[in-house]
């Protein structure tokens, strides 16, 4: 008897230890094939409609994005910067003071557009769960997504972004990543911006806009021409009289020469970062175009993009705000300083200090 008392007792032991052993597979470390119950599943997925019409079979859970371009990493930067396993292009030396390190040194994967140099081996290395398009869609896009989710293995998806739609495209983007609350701050900014400027531009009137010349190269004789692509936002708040007969799409605009510029004279000119504006002022054959000779030159604000463009995307927002003070202050009154800060912690989560704003708008303000 004393004997089967043992043996009871050790069974039971024996089962108590096993019960223990496999609780420990209910807690952290738990396989993800074992948690699907709980919502944790890597392999789960939804259906997701993008803008190209295509349904998409995505993860549940996405932890891990890559931007397909400049421009949709822009975009996505603003809402979701920790999801990103790498960058679409390397940012700019001008971008690493308002950027946290671990986000401007993460690894360069290439475009699927523009230089087309998508690397796969380091899509590869990443790993992420999904590649995100973001822009203006090519008539290809549909197939341009299948391919490349074909060649990788990786769901794509591509979401249509322009100036004017700009609010709904943050909006599909918080659906898509699980961030509705975050986009949707974003997307009412982009509005609210927008807004702001066809009210300022109402006031001002087709006969208050300025003369204006956006000019870009190393000799400052290329321009970005009325109604191109690249002009969109000069086209809204002024009078570009870049008028050209063949007008370029590419963002190194039309080249023209100096004779041209001064047969527009025109009131205002604006200089692409890197161009010609440091010594303009002291070059004698420019002294006869009026912005120059009136000391009414500037320079486009660089850090961490250019504010006018390039890529042409939501720091648009951002140069609509500094343009139309700059050209309209009575009817724009805004406080500069204000809405700098206020764009930079949206979209590039920096706390900007009042002397890298001052440094930002050096040569970009009233003089």
């Known amino acids: 008897m004393r004997k089967k008392l043992i043996a009871v007792l050790i069974l039971l032991c024996l089962a108590l230890t096993m019960t223990t052993a496999c609780g420990k597979l209910t807690g952290p470390n738990q396989p993800a094939s074992a948690s699907a119950g709980n919502g944790s599943d890597d392999s789960a997925t939804v259906s997701f409609t993008d803008s190209a019409g295509r349904v998409v079979e995505i993860p549940k859970n996405i932890t891990r994005i890559a931007p397909s371009g400049s421009m949709a990493q822009i975009v996505l930067f603003a809402l979701a910067p920790d999801m990103f396993a790498g960058l679409s292009s390397k940012w700019a030396p001008a971008a690493e003071e308002y950027l946290d390190t671990k986000y401007y040194n993460l690894p360069v994967l290439g475009q699927l557009y523009g230089s087309s140099d998508l690397n796969l081996e380091e899509l590869a290395k990443v790993n992420p769960q999904l590649i995100i398009d973001v822009g203006e869609p090519k008539s290809t896009i549909a197939d341009d997504m299948n391919g490349l989710s074909k060649q990788v293995g990786i769901p794509t998806v591509h979401i249509t972004a322009t100036t004017e739609t700009m609010g709904d495209t943050y909006r599909m983007l918080g659906k898509l990543l699980g961030r509705e609350k975050e986009a949707e701050v974003l997307a009412r900014y982009c509005e609210e911006i927008k807004q702001n400027t066809d009210e300022i531009m109402k006031k001002v009137g087709e006969k208050g806009k300025a003369n204006l010349l956006y000019c870009l190269g190393d000799n400052g004789l290329n321009v970005l021409a009325k109604d191109s692509f690249h002009a969109e936002i000069l086209d809204r708040i002024s009078n570009n009289v870049a008028v050209v007969k063949d007008i370029s799409s590419k963002g190194s605009g039309n080249p023209v020469d100096l004779e ?93 200090t009042e002397a890298q704003y001052k440094a930002l708008v050096a040569n970009s303000i009233y003089r």
């Open 260 to 352: 041209q510029i001064i047969l527009w004279n025109p009131d205002v000119i604006v200089f692409a970062p890197g161009s010609i504006y440091s010594t303009i002022g002291q070059d004698k054959s420019w002294q006869e175009v009026k912005a120059i000779k009136n000391g009414k030159y500037y320079e486009v604000p660089l850090g961490p993009y250019n504010w006018m463009g390039f890529p042409p995307s939501v720091n648009r927002y951002m140069g609509m705000i500094w343009i139309t003070q700059l050209l309209y202050p009575e009817q724009a009154n805004y406080d500069l300083y204000k809405e700098t800060a206020r764009y930079y912690d949206l979209f590039y989560h920096c706390k900007l």
